[in-house]
């Protein structure tokens, strides 16, 4: 990972100025740096325009200074997305692959139904992450949120991977979220620091970690830890909490077939 880090530094940078565009000439822009075969694109004075990278499949990563809007990577296939600041709601909607890191916060429904790529978050994220994400064979999305979520968290997954690690919390202080799970059928969620009963979804179950689960763990972890400057195995001492469907189709009995 540290080589590919720094192979992608030694390409050349294309700087876009984004002050004062609108969201459709700053995208164009963007577009036109793309198609031309610029491999390293930097964002500089970003204030809110959205569908920063969406639809995007080529191997570019694009490092963002400011605050991307809503919808940031959307149906993106392929290219890395570095924002140094917040990220708005959407981020990574319907990602098939790829990589977006949010050196921040991030807004709600963050990872909305992603079936591909990995989404790193530094701190918090807002309501309903995770929601509806899925998985096929092999490919699998992945969602790490270094603080905690709002209410939601994981609602409707059909699969992935969530991992909620709550490092900006307090010895003893609960994660905020509540109904986590709810409405889940697929993948599952580990979970570091404080979450009771009433928490959790009825639609999920509680588990001891595995050896499988601490190699995931410990892959996806590790790759948090490189982008943020953590240590890994100070991370890796806390308790995990696993969580998983309880149903393939909880809501089967609603349905007449």
């Known amino acids: 990972m540290a080589k590919d880090i720094q192979a992608r530094k030694a390409e050349p940078v294309a700087r876009i100025d984004a002050k ?28 809110g325009q959205r569908y920063i990278g969406t639809d995007l ?8 200074f400011g605050t991307p809007g809503n919808d940031l990577g959307a149906f993106m296939d392929g ?10 709601d959407g981020c990574g909607n319907t990602m098939n692959n790829g990589e977006i890191i949010v050196h921040g916060h991030a807004g709600d429904i963050i990872g909305l139904s992603a079936r591909g790529g990995k989404i790193f978050v530094r701190e918090d994220v807002g309501y309903r992450a995770g929601i509806h994400m899925k ?15 709002q209410d939601f968290l994981g609602e409707y997954m059909a699969g992935g991977i969530l991992i909620l690690l709550g ?18 059928h697929g993948g599952v969620i580990y979970l570091s620091g404080t979450v009771a009963d009433f928490q959790l979804g009825k639609e999920v179950g509680v588990a001891q970690l595995e050896e499988k689960d601490y190699q995931v763990l410990r892959k996806f972890v590790g790759e948090f830890a490189v982008h943020f400057g953590y240590d890994a195995g100070e991370i890796l001492k806390r308790n995990f909490t696993k ?7 909880p809501y089967g009995r609603l349905y007449a077939y």
């Open 167 to 184: 490092l900006n919390l307090k010895e003893g202080e609960p994660h905020r979220a509540n109904f986590i799970g709810t409405g889940m």
């Open 20 to 47: 004062g565009l609108f969201y459709r000439e700053l995208n164009a822009r963007l577009r036109e740096a793309v198609w031309n075969g610029t491999r390293r694109i930097e964002l500089r004075n970003v204030y």
């Open 243 to 249: 969580l998983f469907p309880l149903w393939l189709r």
């Open 57 to 64: 499949d080529r191997p570019v990563e694009i490092e963002i």
């Open 79 to 88: 290219p890395r997305i570095i924002v140094h600041g917040n990220a708005q």
């Open 135 to 149: 998985e096929y064979q092999d490919k699998k999305p992945v969602l790490v949120i270094g603080g905690t979520a």
